[in-house]
């Protein structure tokens, strides 16, 4: 028993990895689900990504910790570092023209890289391959275990369409007609144009329904002239 928790002891870093991961999934299923673009994946690796730099942190003010007579700060240049990749992972963050924002996944990818890079530069060889570990599960294997078990809303996706129907048809009954064919419907915009009236709004689907399939269900509806869908992932 004493030689189990001195072997505990001696990793607890992967304990509070472990805990940092379930912190970052709880907070990002959060946000998924109230489809916010700050989701899963970007919450797992900057808690897993700031646990590694806080443990690397507090190991290094001992293992590396000098007598006065050459006083140093391990953690000046690291922290120059961090702040000058933020810099580079606001470049990789944009805004698109469905109004979607995407590559927060890739920003907090490129935190991760330099994070990794600070903790195995600090001789932290161990920390820094379980760090890549839990990075690999929070990008990969835990979302696509909630893609097949989890709630229904991450088994959903967002299509953007814009529809354009003869002047004199009845809106309601396309409206009723989309949900027969089981695409739920939110944020709707109607505008009337001179000869023609434009439908504007945001379908969910099924994540395994693919957009052309939406497009041609849309375009075989009564009295649609032409349809616009543009995926919103």
């Keep these: 028993m004493e030689l189990f928790f001195e072997y505990i002891d001696e990793y607890d870093f992967v304990v509070k990895l472990i805990f940092a991961t379930l912190a970052g999934i709880i907070i990002g299923l959060e946000r998924e689900l109230k489809g916010k673009p700050l989701g899963l994946k970007t919450c797992v690796i900057v808690s897993v990504m700031a646990c590694l730099l806080t443990i690397v942190s507090y190991e290094s003010a001992f293992l590396y910790s000098k007598e006065y007579s050459r006083p140093m ?41 330099a994070a990794l890079g600070i ?17 690999i599960l929070g990008v990969k294997v835990i979302p696509s275990l909630f893609d097949k078990v989890g ?24 409206m009723k007609e989309i949900h027969h064919k089981n695409l739920a419907i939110k944020r709707v915009k109607v505008k009337e144009e001179k000869d023609d009236i434009v439908l504007t709004c945001i379908i969910t689907t099924k994540k395994i329904v693919y957009t052309t399939d939406v497009y041609y ?5 009564t009295g649609v002239i032409q349809a616009e869908v543009e995926n919103m992932d």
């Design 73 to 113: 700060d391990p953690g000046r240049i690291p922290s120059y570092v961090i702040s000058g990749i933020g810099f580079l992972g606001a470049g990789v963050i944009l805004r698109r023209s469905n109004e979607a924002i995407s590559g927060l996944t890739t920003a907090a990818l490129v935190l991760a890289s």
């Design 119 to 135: 903790t195995i530069g600090a001789g932290f060889f161990i920390e820094g391959a379980f760090g890549v570990i839990f990075i």
């Design 151 to 174: 709630p229904k809303k991450l088994k959903e996706k967002e299509i953007k369409v814009k529809i354009y129907l003869e002047k004199d048809m009845d809106l309601t009954m396309v």
């Design 217 to 221: 269900e849309l375009k075989s509806l």
